[in-house]
Nanobody, 122 residues
Framework: VLLVESGGGLVQVGGSLRLSCAAS????????MGWFRQAPGKDREFVAV????????YYADSAKGRFTISRDIAANSVYLQMNSLKPEDTAVYYC????????????????WGQGTQVTVSA
């Protein structure tokens, strides 16, 4: 599955952004789509994941209550709605996919997008 992210940009503290991830092919029913991020000088970290078939979601603590992951099956797309953004949310955000059970570890994912930059200014 080829993944392409879009929607990043520059936003002020407290603002919102919606990231999109388009998949080139239709993910299988037993597929998970996740969002990760990597800030300068830091390791890539898990943000959120959604199971394609059921819509079940799981979030990192840093994302709970502020971010919402969703999918549009007809559009083969996954979204990350980010609200109440903070400077520490500044990072390159990556969309990723994997078959099987929901996972939060990077090595579990076998498809990755190229990333989209999100910058939150104070």
């Amino acid at each position: 599955v080829l993944l392409v992210e879009s929607g990043g940009g520059l936003v002020q503290v407290g603002g919102s952004l919606r990231l999109s991830c388009a998949a080139s092919g239709r993910p299988s029913t037993n597929y998970d789509m996740g969002w990760f991020r990597q800030a300068p000088g830091k390791d890539r970290e898990f943000v959120a994941v959604i199971k394609w078939s059921t819509g079940t979601t799981y979030y990192a603590d840093s994302a709970k209550g502020r971010f919402t992951i969703s999918r549009d099956i007809a559009a083969n797309s996954v979204y990350l709605q980010m609200n109440s953004l903070k400077p520490e949310d500044t990072a390159v955000y990556y969309c990723a996919g994997k078959p099987g059970a929901i996972a939060t570890t990077i090595k579990s994912y076998d498809s990755w997008g190229q990333g989209t930059q999100v910058t939150v200014s104070a």
